[in-house]
């Protein structure tokens, strides 16, 4: 199993620019989560999903949108990059099923800078 | 609201040493606890979860946690640590399945192990 893989790894962007990241995962998870780290502040919820076809707000989603046509994927998008969004990304899934343990499992990141 | 505070950014320890990470939280409800960690350009890394039970709880690499429910309290241990365990360490905390689905990270605490 690959677990969580993210893609691109690294991207420079110009301010005003639009991307997508891409983040697929084969372990079959429902729940899927994107995050930011930025220095001192740990990890910041973006979006997350609890099932295809399904998306939620996090904690600072302004400036991004998300998508789950499948299952396996889960898409963050920057329509007009900015500066302030220069920052590492990492997707997450887990499970919900009872007896499942719960933890999330995470890519190794994507790292974004806008200038 | 829910919140995981990590009050130490850094703790420095020498190798051999017992090393604790600390972490506060405050849920509502009876919650999920997790530590991951994380090393430089990676993704975080499970490595110990409370769900219910014991209130020791034992992880990979030689790492408990203790959960104290009256001082909602749920600290990072080791007996003897590792240069090798040098890293960032997070803190975070899940509502039962009935709640939300989101997980809060604490801020994160640098772990430097010197030789």
């Known amino acids: 199993n690959a677990g969580v893989t993210q893609t691109p790894k690294f991207r420079v962007l110009k301010t005003g620019q639009s991307m997508t990241l891409l983040c697929a995962q084969d372990?079959?998870?429902?729940?899927m989560y994107w995050y930011r780290q930025d220095p001192g502040m740990g990890l910041r919820l973006i979006h997350y999903?609890?099932?295809?076809?399904?998306?939620a707000k996090g904690e600072v989603p302004d400036g991004y949108n998300v998508s789950r046509l499948k299952k396996q994927n889960f898409l963050l998008g920057l329509e007009s990059a900015a500066p302030s969004q220069t920052s590492v990304y990492f997707c997450?899934?887990?499970?919900?099923?009872?007896?499942?343990?719960?933890?999330?499992?995470f890519g190794p990141g994507t790292r974004l800078t806008v200038t | 609201a829910q919140s995981v505070a990590q009050p130490e950014d850094q703790v420095n320890v020498a190798e051999g040493n017992p090393l604790t990470v600390k972490c506060t939280y405050s849920?509502?409800?009876?919650?999920?606890l997790f530590w991951y960690v994380q090393y430089p350009n990676r993704g975080l890394q499970f490595l110990l979860k409370?769900?219910?039970?014991?209130?020791l709880v034992k992880g990979s690499y030689g790492f408990e946690a203790e959960f104290n429910k009256s001082q909602t309290s749920f600290h990072l241990k080791k007996p003897s640590a590792l240069v090798s365990d040098s890293a960032l360490y997070f803190c975070?905390?899940?509502?039962?399945?009935?709640?939300?689905?989101?997980?809060?990270f604490g801020t994160g605490t640098r772990l430097k192990v010197l030789a």
């Open positions: 409370y769900i219910t039970g014991d209130n």
């Open positions: 975070a905390v899940r509502d039962r399945p009935s709640g939300t689905y989101k997980y809060i």
């Open positions: 999903s609890v099932g295809e076809g399904t998306t």
């Open positions: 849920v509502s409800g009876n919650p999920y």
């Open positions: 997450a899934s887990s499970s919900p099923l009872l007896g499942s343990s719960y933890e999330q499992y």
């Open positions: 372990m079959n998870h429902e729940y």
